[in-house]
RNA sequence: CGGGGUGUGGCUCAGCUUGGCAGAGCGCUGCGUUCGGGACGCAGAGGUCGUGGGUUCAAAUCCCGCCACCCCGACCA
């Protein structure tokens, strides 16, 4: 008889297999304080090596790092009106530091623009300093009244980007790019989840923007999910803090700012895209850990061959780990494994050393097949790239599969209902989008007909893209 | 902030209606037998029953207050 399952079927109740994978594959733990989310060791290490990745591309589209604090004056959130509207409910504050009332209430960061756009102005004189191309790595607080684990949290990790420009053109083009060449590329590319790209419309824009672009991606139950942001500013905030250069014929002009982030909400977004009943599925090219190499049993010469074995694939540029706990049953640990999704197992037991080879296993079809051990390390590096691809190919058929075109308000309920639906931008409209929202369907983004992103909404053939969202 | 619900070993929960020695499964520790898909046996460890009061000979159980958390909605990377 079959075990009963280790996690809640995704069909039975899909946000709680959600919560079931990130405890059984040691993801994370919610905080004692509410909201508040801890990262457990292999959940980090998959956030570090999204990190690496972004970081990767960040820095070839010409962007520095850079630290900004944690504190920032309150007075500098209240600069900006739309700014100070859209965060002003989500803030943290510190009232008291030192024993004693502080005379400013300081503001725990729900976002650095303006503490940035302060020292921006600080940096920029001529136009020789521009662009300013800045990037942090950080952690930032917003008091949301609803938190689920990576996908909403009151303090989470990301990446936030904030840039300078002589004009309004390379503002938006620097914006585009992210989204393009930093965003897009690394989500299709090593999280192999096939994100939509677009505008968003004026009631979903970032609270100051004068234009957000996004990539929203499909989760396994057809639900959307905003994967990261690229913000132009226009000059919303060089006016207030006073970002200012001075041109080649010696006159002062405002800088025309952007910013763009991604945070760990991708992790989430990476479990519900590609989990499946037996738990993650982790595409290869993200794997903190590619192949796990599993002795079964501590036989003669057992051990001695898995960790040969081991130090092959890591010669051969595998990420790969031994796993010799012989005191463990095999079983429990080829689940435990398939829990965390490691994307190849080589299991190595006697058996197979008699016959010159080892037993590999794909996680993402559960196909095992005997390899010869000569051939292992080829074996798994063509693995993984199919993995990869399969992984891709998946996602994107269940997208494809679960997007309807449609021509109505009514059609496009009922199609949110399993996916998205792709609605003309005409038909639909603020009042359309305003409708659709009393059923918790939004507008994900708005996107040309071939899936590019418009300069403008009121460009013809604007299709919007409607679902409901995480 | 509205509507619903729950607080009992690390986890999931039973026990509460009708008050009477605090339980189960999983996990954990030790020993032995096992080991090619979540092993089995035996022996153990571990809980001021969310919290403060009240009723009672006696409270996890009944009454009142408080706190926390979860789910559904509005807000949101």
Not at 167 to 188: N, P
Not at 318 to 346: N, Y
Not at 367 to 379: F, H, I, P, R, S
Request: hydrophobic letters at 45%; glycine letters at 8%.
């Amino acid at each position: 008889m079959a075990k009963p399952p280790a996690l809640t079927p995704q069909a039975d109740d899909f946000p709680r297999w959600y919560q079931d994978v990130l405890a059984k594959a040691e993801l994370a733990d919610n905080g004692p304080v509410r909201g508040t989310m801890v990262i457990r060791p292999y959940g980090y290490g998959l956030w570090e090596r999204m990190v690496a990745e972004v970081d990767q591309r960040i820095k070839v589209a010409g962007a520095e790092n850079a630290y900004f604090p944690l504190f920032i004056p309150e007075s500098y959130l209240t600069l900006e009106a739309q700014h100070v509207e859209g965060f002003s409910p989500e803030l943290a504050v510190v009232t008291h530091a030192g024993g004693k009332e502080l005379d400013e209430p300081i503001v725990v960061r729900p976002t650095s623009e303006t503490v940035i756009g302060e020292f921006m102005a600080k940096w920029v004189n001529s136009h020789r300093d521009l662009p300013l191309l800045l990037n942090q790595w950080a952690n930032v607080v917003r008091w949301e009244l609803r938190t689920r684990l990576f996908l909403r949290t009151s303090e989470f990790l990301w990446q936030e980007g904030h840039t300078a420009h002589a004009t309004e053109a390379d503002a938006s083009a620097y914006a585009l790019q992210i989204l393009h060449d930093v965003y897009r590329d690394f989500m299709v590319d090593v999280l192999a989840m096939p994100v939509l790209i677009g505008r968003k419309t004026r009631q979903e824009r970032f609270a100051g923007a004068t234009n957000t672009l996004a990539c929203e991606a499909m989760m396994g139950d057809g639900k959307a999910l905003q994967m990261g942001t690229s913000h132009e500013l226009g000059q919303n905030f060089a006016k207030v803090f006073d970002i200012a250069y001075q041109d080649a014929d010696g006159t002062q002009q405002i800088c025309w700012t952007t910013s763009w982030g991604v945070s760990t909400r991708m992790m989430g977004g990476l479990i519900m895209c590609h989990g499946d009943d037996q738990g993650l599925r982790v595409p290869p090219r993200l794997a903190s850990v590619q192949a796990v190499v599993m002795v079964i049993r501590d036989d003669e010469g057992v051990v001695d061959a898995a960790g040969r074995i081991t130090d092959e694939l890591l010669a051969a540029g595998v990420r790969a780990k031994l796993d010799g706990r012989t005191d463990t049953s095999f079983g429990r640990r080829a689940t435990a494994w398939e829990i965390k999704g490691i994307p190849v197992r080589i299991e190595v037991g006697p058996r197979d050393l008699a016959n010159g080879e080892v037993t590999v296993v794909r996680r993402d079809t559960g196909e095992k097949a005997q390899c010869a051990l000569a051939a292992v390390g080829a074996t798994v590096t063509g693995l993984l790239d199919a993995i990869q691809a399969g992984l891709l190919a998946e996602a994107t058929q269940r997208r494809d599969d679960r997007t309807a075109d449609v021509a109505t308000l009514d059609e496009a309920r009922e199609a949110a209902q399993v996916g998205f639906a792709r609605i003309p931008w005409a038909v639909l409209g603020e009042e359309g989008e305003a409708m659709l929202a009393r059923d918790a369907i939004t507008v994900r983004c708005l996107q040309r007909p071939d899936g590019s992103v418009p300069a403008s909404e009121d460009e013809p053939d604007v299709v919007a893209v409607v679902a409901r969202a995480y």
